[in-house]
Each structure stands twice: as C-alpha cells, then as structure tokens.
C-alpha cells in the first residue's frame, strides 16, 4: 500500500501554483485599507477645520485671509479686487498644491471630500497607493494650472480637480475592462 499525504505538496509544486510576484503584490495592495485616500481626507479637514479656528467665517464659505494665504490668488487680500498688488505665481509655485487642500465653506468641503471617499478608495486598490499618490497631485496640480490659465484674479481652492483627474483614471480603467 502507498501512503498518500493530505494537504502537502513538494516545494516544486507551491512555486509553481504560486501568482507571481506583481500580482501577489497588487493582491495584498488590494486587501489593505485605503491609507492614501483616508490621509488625504484628514489634510483636507485639518486645514479646513485649521482655517475656521482662525476665522469662523470660513464655515459659511467666506474669504478669508487665510484662504488667500494659500490659495492660487494671483492678488494679495485685500487688494484682489482692485488687482494693484499682484503676485507672480512662478515664485510662489507651491499655491498650485495649497490651493488644493483649501475649501470655502462647510457643502464645499463635504461634497469635495465625501466623492474623495466614495472614488478614492476603487482607484486606490485599482492602481495601488503609490501610483494613487501620484495620480492624485498630477490631477490636482493640472486642475490648478488649469485655474491658473483662465481665470487671474479670482482665489481658488478646493480638491474638486483632483477628484475629476481620479473619475478620469476610473472611466479609462473600467473602459479597458470593458465596462461602458
């Protein structure tokens, strides 16, 4: 009689049924939480929650010198309406990423911010959360040079470009799987 053994396999045959190593990674990406998406989430209220404790006026969707601090503004408070103290955007570059996190009123930040949940995390495990990362700022710093071209007096502010570059990254994705 030949004995058999239940439930173990010679070492040749685990490295063979074995995913390869990209999918195994991707596949443990996927299993996590969405770190990224939730990190970005708590910046973007750490700000706006930051900024109304300054000003309490943020919450009704005021201006408010803090918003101008770090937003695309290309004019200084409170002189943006008469344009007289104008900035150059190219030595304040970082703007086009602060603008990002910047939010006027509290329906800006939960509308901005429950999207960011709801389409954050698919793309996330989609592409993992480096590629996510990346995907994110290069959505947000188009979205601000985007603002930056049309529009040169008025503050800007809010991850609502971001959002869109990640509904465009999840349109191409489930076209190429297919999905109308």
């Known amino acids: 009689l030949t004995q058999v053994a239940i439930g173990s396999q010679c070492p040749e045959c685990l490295r063979e ?7 195994r990674a991707h596949m443990w990406s996927a299993s996590k939480p969405a770190l990224v998406s939730y990190i970005l989430i708590g ?8 900024l109304a404790a300054r000003d309490s006026s943020t919450l009704g969707g005021s201006l ?9 503004a290309k004019c200084n408070f409170p002189n943006f309406l008469r344009s007289s103290s ?8 970082w703007r086009t990423v602060t603008s990002g996190f910047i ?20 793309v996330e495990r989609m ?6 990362a990346l995907l994110y700022f290069a959505a947000l710093l188009a979205g601000s ?10 503050p800007s ?3 609502s470009g971001a959002i869109f570059g990640l509904f465009g990254v999840l349109a191409v994705a489930l076209w190429r799987r297919g999905i109308n």
């Open 86 to 93: 104008c900035i150059d955007l190219r030595s304040q570059l």
């Open 103 to 122: 939010h006027f009123g509290i329906i800006h930040i939960a509308f901005n911010m429950y999207a960011l949940y709801q389409i954050g995390p698919a």
């Open 43 to 50: 910046i973007n209220l750490a700000v706006f929650l930051y």
């Open 145 to 154: 040079a985007g603002v930056a071209l049309s529009d040169k007096f008025t």
């Open 127 to 132: 592409v993992g959360r480096t590629r996510f």
């Open 17 to 23: 049924a074995q995913p390869a190593l990209r999918q």
């Open 64 to 72: 408010t010198q803090g918003h101008l601090n770090l937003s695309e």
């Open 157 to 159: 502010g809010g991850a």
